[in-house]
């Protein structure tokens, strides 16, 4: 029997490789003739790098550029022979490298510095992984790393993150970088708006350290950031789908000249997914919380779609089973007992939730 192991990674906890890895080992344990084949997923966000890179002849570059609070990180980014250019937000302004939150200076910038390397290094195209952002900059952050100027009232510079959208008054975008030939690609697993109560900060700002103050502040800068950038002929849609991924980040670079398009969908495809799937007898996939959410257009929800298309059987293995669903699940929290136990030594439950699956089928 073939098994094809695509899961996300277990924010938090487990990468997809280690993921895959820990579930193919449990399999093992009960099914040692079956056939594996690993094949990690993502859908923007943290592994997309990772996921995109075991498909491919792609090349490693890496360089450092500032993180969301200021201070240097290093961030991969991926180029191929033929010019393609592949970033991932969470590597260079990611909530994880912060070491606490701050919803008010976090910024882009890092990522605006990532996209510049790849201009400079000839990329022909550009496609970008927006995923576990850290701040509420509407992008700012990396349009400015990309040669655009904001000002207050005053004509000085703004500040970074979302307090410096609350003194903007207007942008000049002359200096901006022109777009690839092959055009800028985002990769999202959000149809959020730009701004309101489905927008960036109403819906993602209290993951990044907002309260309910905070995020009418933050909405009101993410709508003066839009009205700047339309004044100044960078206009977006700030009702368009994806507008409001990691942060407003998708706005930003909407209104630079990008398109958007479905980050677990696009990885699938640049994985291999479907032709993988045509001859697969099962797919096992999973996430850190598989709820009603996995289902709208989330990775998981995308796998299962694509294997009942195929006719391939399916498992889903998570921390947290909180959704009703037709496949077979199994939850590392039932298995350890508790979350607690489960997030303390995941590779563990991830391999004995590998020979349960293997026993499901």
Not at 38 to 65: F, K, N, Y
Not at 195 to 204: D, I, S, T
Request: hydrophobic share 45%; net charge negative; glycine share 16%.
């Amino acid at each position: 029997m073939k098994v094809l192991i695509a899961p996300d990674s277990f924010k938090g906890s487990a990468s997809a490789a280690e993921v895959a890895a820990a579930l193919a080992h449990g399999w093992r344990s009960m099914r040692g003739d079956d056939e594996i084949v690993l094949l990690p997923q993502a859908d923007g966000g943290e592994g997309t790098l990772e996921a995109i890179a075991t498909a491919g002849a792609w090349h490693w570059r890496q360089l450092e550029v500032h993180g969301p609070d200021g201070r240097r990180v290093p961030a991969r980014w991926l180029l191929d022979d033929d010019g393609r250019a592949v970033a991932e937000l969470a590597e260079s302004s990611g909530i994880a490298l912060l070491p606490r939150l701050d919803p008010w200076r976090a910024d882009s910038r890092g990522l605006g510095e990532v996209i510049a390397a790849a201009l400079a290094a000839g990329a022909r195209s550009v496609q970008v992984g927006l995923g576990g952002s850290a701040s509420t900059d509407g992008g700012a952050g990396v349009l400015m790393a990309l040669g655009l100027k904001a000002f207050d009232a005053g004509g000085n510079p703004i500040g970074v993150g979302a307090r410096g959208l609350a003194e903007l008054a207007h942008v000049d975008a002359e200096g901006l970088a022109a777009l690839p030939p092959g055009g800028v690609e985002l990769l999202a697993d959000t149809e959020a708006p730009l701004y309101g109560p489905r927008g960036a900060a109403a819906v993602f700002g209290p993951q990044k350290g907002a309260n309910p103050e905070d995020i009418a502040g933050l909405d009101s800068g993410l709508r003066r950031w839009a009205q700047a950038l339309r004044a100044a002929g960078l206009a977006a849609d700030p009702e368009q789908p994806g507008a409001g991924a990691a942060g407003g980040v998708g706005f930003g670079l909407l209104a630079w000249g990008a398109t958007t398009t479905s980050g677990s969908q696009r990885i699938a495809a640049l994985t291999g997914l479907p032709r993988h799937l045509a001859d697969a007898d099962v797919v096992v996939t999973g996430e850190g919380r598989f709820d009603d959410t996995s289902l709208g257009g989330k990775l998981v929800g995308h796998v299962l779609a694509a294997a009942e298309q195929a006719g391939t059987a399916a498992v889903v293995v998570a921390g947290q089973v909180a959704a009703q669903c037709t496949v077979p699940t199994v939850s590392l929290t039932e298995l350890a007992g508790s979350g607690d136990a489960a997030i303390g030594d995941p590779l563990r439950w991830l391999h004995a939730a590998g020979a349960v699956a293997a026993q499901r089928v």
